[in-house]
């Protein structure tokens, strides 16, 4: 799909706050009311932009997390597929490199993690697991960078941030109808929630859809505190994703970049950090789940 300019920029203001009405995002990208809705309604049906909320994991009690490097017997698709129907693989991709496949585990405490990773290892097709234990995000662009100030009332919130989930942009009263509350009940409740830091509407735009489509993942063995190298990494502009981590790596992130010379441009720059001593690095052919919106979690 080939967005312009004005495009772009609902697009920008969406990522920010995805819940903008339609009056307010008219006055900031120059168009009519009727205009920005027809846009925002046609880069939603085109599956290039989803606008949902996401749920600060403490809420959802994910607070473990790994990522996973594999090897497989044969084909390495028809395994990515079935690690994608995983509700705590939000993250799966195929990838060129030493290994064939990369996800994202977030889970409710190391004791899950430990059993969804075991249960990798023994699907079909699974050589090898080689798995980095996330131990800080460092810069992440689904996670909302403070505790939440509030907390679930009751299960009727849970319910407000499930719709939300699906669709970020619901109006008031159409939200209401589904919970079985008033509109204005409605919309005090999920201003509690957004305010509170429980959750953020933001609109979710494909990387490629934006001239970004180059994808790669790197991890980083350093000399001394993983912390400090951390702090530098995660100021390269194209460095989307970053996390110090326990196993093989100190650091594992993602550059998504508008070529491979940019690609190539952001590894060099890591190479250059005095305390960096290794990196590796993968590209994400095909991109089979990204998926953070996870919906609720039972215990």
């Known amino acids: 799909m080939d967005l312009d300019e004005t495009d772009l920029s609902i697009v920008r203001e969406l990522q ?72 705590e693989a939000p993250f799966v991709t195929l990838t060129s490199g030493r290994r064939s496949i990369m996800t994202e585990l977030r889970t409710a405490g190391f004791a899950e993690l430990e059993r ?36 679930l009332q009751d299960a009727l919130d849970d319910r407000i941030l499930a719709e939300l989930e699906e669709d970020g942009r619901l109006p008031f009263a159409e939200l209401a109808g589904r919970v079985g509350l008033s509109a204005g009940a409605t919309r005090s409740r999920t ?45 390269f502009e194209r460095v989307t994703f970053l996390s110090t981590c326990l196993g093989r790596a100190e650091l594992v992130g993602t550059i998504t970049a508008e070529s491979f010379g940019a690609v190539r441009a952001t590894l060099e720059d890591m190479r250059a950090l005095p305390e960096v001593r290794e990196v590796e690095s993968w590209l994400h052919l095909e991109l089979v789940k990204e998926r953070y919106d996870l919906g609720p979690r039972t215990a």
């Open 16 to 87: 920010t706050d995805g819940r903008l009405t339609y009056e307010t995002l008219a006055q900031r990208v120059g168009l009519s009311r009727p205009a920005t809705r027809m846009r925002v309604q046609r880069l939603q049906e085109s599956g290039a932009v989803r606008v949902v909320a996401i749920v600060h994991p403490a809420v959802r009690r994910l607070t473990a997390s790994a990522h996973l490097a594999i090897d497989t017997d044969g084909p390495a698709a028809p395994v990515a597929r079935e690690i994608a129907t995983l509700p």
């Open 116 to 151: 969804t990773i075991e249960g990798i290892r023994a699907l079909p097709g699974v050589r090898s697991v080689d798995p980095l234990v996330a131990t800080r995000h460092v810069k992440d662009p689904y996670l909302l960078p403070e505790e939440p100030t509030v907390a």
């Open 191 to 235: 201003l509690r929630l957004l305010d509170g830091g429980v959750a953020k509407v933001v609109a979710l735009v494909r990387p490629d859809v934006l001239g970004m489509g180059y994808l790669c993942g790197f991890s980083l063995r350093v000399a001394g505190q993983a912390a400090p190298v951390a702090e530098q990494v995660a100021k």
